[in-house]
């Protein structure tokens, strides 16, 4: 056969439909549908997925690490399973936990030096609370059970960030020696913007945190 001969297709083109044009087209279905989001519409902001949240065994890890050109202390560190750090902070049994726990390594460390009366504990400034903070309470036991001075509201933060922040002095400690304690440490950013400007007014600072919240 002449393989150039034309095929007759006629009898494929009668087993094509074609569909009825002459309304408009459904392009969508109940299974497909999508409702049109409004772009101006003001969202409400999501619940914290506390499934993805920092967490902490307390598993004893005394460690001196350096982050944010900061060096500081922490007894332990953030670990996969645990209590969530909110957990942590909502507990009010926690502040006498912490505080047990971290005054004996403060002592371990500094020894005698903290009964010279050269030393004091501070912390960070505290940005969302009008009242004392996690960190605040722990640090009112810890200076109670150390037998020194506990400065409160040291600095301030103007900003709501904490990576770059920068503290102003208000309450500025008698005490050539200041002890700078925060519940956890992620960035450091924080404890290097204390340590700055605590030594701007010729302080010596050592560094504690209860948590180091990276792995």
């Not at 056969?1 to 006629?10: C, F, S, V």
């Not at 009242?131 to 810890?142: D, G, L, P, Q, S």
């Not at 922040?165 to 924080?190: H, Q, R, Y």
């Amino acid at each position: 056969m002449d393989k150039r001969t034309p095929i007759d297709m006629q009898e494929f083109l009668n087993d094509i439909s074609v569909p009825d044009l002459s309304g408009p087209l459904e392009l969508s279905s109940k299974e497909t549908s999508h409702e049109q989001k409004d772009i101006f519409a003001i969202e409400k902001r999501k619940a914290w997925d506390k499934s993805v949240e920092a967490r902490c065994d307390f598993t004893r890890r005394v460690r001196l690490t350096r982050r944010a050109d900061t060096f500081f202390i922490s007894l332990w560190q953030k670990s996969l399973y645990g209590r969530t750090l909110t957990d942590i902070k909502g507990d009010d049994s926690m502040v006498a936990f912490f505080a047990d726990s971290i005054s004996p390594l403060i002592r371990d460390i500094l020894g005698e030096e903290l009964n010279t009366g050269a030393w004091c504990i501070v912390t960070t400034p505290k940005r969302r609370h009008l009242v004392k903070n996690f960190a605040t309470r722990i640090c009112e036991m810890i200076a109670s059970q150390l037998n020194i001075p506990f400065y409160e509201d040291v600095a301030f933060c103007h900003s709501k960030q904490r990576i770059g922040a920068v503290f102003t002095m208000n309450n500025l400690p008698k005490e050539p020696n200041c002890i700078v304690f925060d519940d956890f440490v992620t960035t450091g950013s924080t404890l290097k913007a204390m340590r700055n400007v605590l030594t701007e007014h010729h302080k010596n600072c050592v560094l504690f945190t209860g948590i180091n919240n990276k792995l």
